[in-house]
């Protein structure tokens, strides 16, 4: 089945600790990125990665870090997570970014809600 | 970042009534997307807009991509109770070689009452 995971699903941990939200796709696709969502305020990108090694800020990239080693993990590292960051996180991907002349469907994840104490 | 315009927040519908909602932007986007996202889920795509003007079906639903490029919106006829949950807009000025970031609405929770 096509899908796109993540993991943990839910996560309560405390200020300073680092962490690590692990997204895998399972569908070939070169792009993948990282949303917030927050109450009232929608999904914000926070970074993206148009291929393997390739990767750049979204909107609110502040306090987080990426990479993308292999096609089909994309995973979100907090280095020193702060309650700020407490939100509910999905990864996306799609076959590819910014070619071709069609909207290629970005998939997300289930989720991983996140807490920081 | 930009945001599209969503309002108003929560919708309250009684089931078989049919409902619109709209969204707005301050740019133009070449392509138009209506999201639904059920509890403890991600969004999952309702429909895809990629021409100005154009009017698309999926079942109960569809949408339009405002001719200025600015605006789209999304009717749902004869509700049903499964259809609870929120909607959200997304625009993308898809270019070749740049982000695919979708620019997301606030969203809409939409219930529907039995």
């Known amino acids: 089945e096509a899908q796109v995971t993540q993991n943990p699903r839910y996560l309560i941990t405390v200020t300073g600790k680092k962490l690590t939200v692990t997204c895998s796709q399972n569908?070939?696709?070169?792009?993948m990125s990282w949303y917030r969502q927050d109450p009232g305020l929608g999904l914000r990108q926070i970074y993206y990665?148009?291929?393997?090694?390739?990767?750049d800020k979204g909107d609110v990239p502040e306090g987080y870090k990426v990479s993308r080693k292999e096609k089909r993990n994309f995973p979100l590292i907090l280095e020193s997570p702060s309650p700020n960051q407490t939100s509910l996180y999905f990864c996306?991907?799609?076959?590819?970014?910014?070619?071709?002349?069609?909207?290629?469907?970005?998939?997300f994840g289930p989720g991983t809600r996140l807490t920081v104490l | 970042g930009q945001q599209l315009n969503q309002s108003p927040q929560s919708m309250f519908i009684q089931e078989g009534e049919d409902v619109s909602m709209n969204c707005t932007s301050s740019?133009?986007?070449?392509?138009w997307l209506w999201y639904k996202q059920d509890p403890g889920e991600g969004p999952v795509l309702l429909i895809a807009?990629?021409?100005?003007?154009e009017l698309t079906s999926n079942g109960r639903l569809t949408a339009q991509f405002g001719i200025t490029r600015k605006d789209s919106f999304l009717n749902i006829s004869a509700s049903i109770p499964s259809d609870v949950g929120i909607y959200f807009c997304?625009?993308?000025?898809?270019?070749?070689?740049?982000?695919?970031?979708?620019?997301f609405g606030k969203g809409i929770t939409l219930s529907v009452r039995p």
């Open positions: 996306a991907s799609t076959l590819r970014g910014g070619g071709g002349l069609a909207y290629n469907e970005q998939f």
């Open positions: 569908m070939n696709h070169e792009y």
């Open positions: 990665s148009m291929n393997v090694e390739v990767t």
């Open positions: 740019s133009i986007f070449n392509t």
């Open positions: 807009l990629y021409k100005a003007g």
């Open positions: 997304a625009g993308q000025f898809y270019q070749a070689g740049a982000n695919s970031k979708l620019t």
